[in-house]
């Protein structure tokens, strides 16, 4: 399926922890992507309640393969900025709901 056809807010996975830790040199063409549809993608990890910040950042240090090339707008949208664009116009939309809905 063709990139454009995402919806725009929809995030994009480009790499995986898994490939970058086994195969660095795998991440080929993944910045040129992140680059290019930085609006679709976001970082994300599956630690859950981590019992100190460095088991957090360590998931992040595996992506330095594929952030470390980044232009810096592509690294702060993949970083924070998609987040925060979609979270506040998903705050947005429950309350303009909440508003209609209740009493």
């Not at 910045?31 to 981590?50: E, I, K, L, M, Q």
């Amino acid at each position: 399926m063709p990139w454009e056809m995402f919806e725009p807010t929809m995030p994009v996975v480009v790499a995986s922890v898994a490939m970058l830790a086994s195969a660095p040199t795998s991440v080929g063409r993944s910045p040129a992507h992140v680059n290019r549809y930085s609006d679709r993608v976001r970082f994300g990890t599956d630690a859950v309640a981590p019992s100190t910040p460095q088991q957090y950042f360590a998931v992040y240090e595996q992506y330095a393969p594929l952030r470390r090339p980044l232009s810096p707008d592509a690294s702060r949208k993949a970083r924070m900025g998609n987040d925060e664009r979609l979270f506040d116009e998903a705050r947005r939309r429950v309350r303009a709901w909440e508003s209609t809905h209740t009493n």
